[in-house]
Nanobody
Framework: QVQLVESGGGLVQTGDSLGLSCAAS????????MGWFRQAPDKEREFVAA????????HYADSVKGRFTISRDTAKNTVYLQMNSLKPEDTAVYFC??????????????????WGQGTQVTVSS
């Protein structure tokens, strides 16, 4: 089993940037696809971004495309989410997820087997 711990959340203003990290432990995630999801109050959890095990393929939700960048550092067993040009609608708890199943960049939450506890991102207008 993989333990995932997110960090880097906080309160920022519209237009600001913020970087999230997801540190994995328990086993290496070098062969895992990794994803970021978010959940705003009273809303369903939604896909944000995913990166393949190789790091060569990424996939983004339309709402964040061009503003967010997902990356991974295999040596550090860590995945990152760089968020630029933040908007109030980006406010949510952000979750990191991992899956060892298959290849590609899954965008459905049920494709992932391991989850972090989440980190709050609040964007003020």
């Amino acid at each position: 089993q993989v333990q995932l711990v997110e960090s880097g959340g906080g309160l920022v203003q519209t237009g600001d940037s913020l970087g999230l990290s997801c540190a994995a432990s328990g086993r290496t995630v070098s062969t895992y696809a990794m994803g970021w999801f978010r959940q705003a109050p009273d809303k369903e959890r939604e896909f944000v971004a995913a990166i393949s095990w190789s790091g060569h393929v990424t996939h983004y939700a339309d709402s964040v495309k061009g503003r967010f960048t997902i990356s991974r550092d295999t040596a550090k067993n860590t995945v990152y989410l760089q968020m630029n040009s933040l908007k109030p609608e980006d406010t949510a708890v952000y979750f990191c997820a991992a899956t060892a199943a298959g290849t590609g960049t899954p965008s459905r939450s049920y494709d992932y087997t391991d989850w972090g506890q989440g980190t709050q991102v609040t964007v003020s207008s």
